[in-house]
């Protein structure tokens, strides 16, 4: 079965850290253009970070300095380091795989979503 499952969500005081999982299963997501999209409160999702299938990397410029992502191909899972973290963080975060047409942050070039995990930063 291709599926996305995404840990690591919590509630962090401002300036803490997180560490964000996303395991793939049924395709190895090193093939694919690969993202973390994040939807505030009564907000739209966007996306904040990808990877490409050439480790290729980009950040939107709210999270560049901040925020990593990863993926390790032995357990076939996408990370996304949060270091630094603001209220405005406040998020539920998405893992997404692209629908294979070149690597963006945009929502409708991902085809495969992840259920989600909540972020919640206080101040």
């Known amino acids: 079965q291709v599926q996305l499952v995404e840990s690591g969500g919590g509630s962090v005081q401002a300036g803490g850290s997180l560490r964000l999982s996303c395991a793939a299963s049924g395709y190895i997501i090193g093939s694919y253009c690969m993202a973390w ?3 505030p409160p009564g907000k739209g999702r966007e996306g904040i970070a990808n990877m490409d299938s050439d480790g290729s990397t980009t950040y939107a410029d709210a999270v560049k300095d901040r925020f990593s992502i990863s993926q390790d191909s032995a357990k076939n899972t996408l990370y ?3 270091n630094d973290l603001e209220p405005g963080d406040t998020a539920m ?3 997404a795989r692209s ?3 070149g690597c963006y942050l945009d929502s409708w070039t991902f085809g495969l ?3 989600g995990t909540q972020v ?3 101040s």
């Open 120 to 122: 919640t930063v206080s």
């Open 99 to 101: 629908v294979g047409r």
């Open 37 to 39: 999209f994040r939807q």
């Open 80 to 82: 996304l380091q949060m």
């Open 93 to 95: 975060y998405y893992c």
């Open 113 to 115: 979503w992840g259920q």
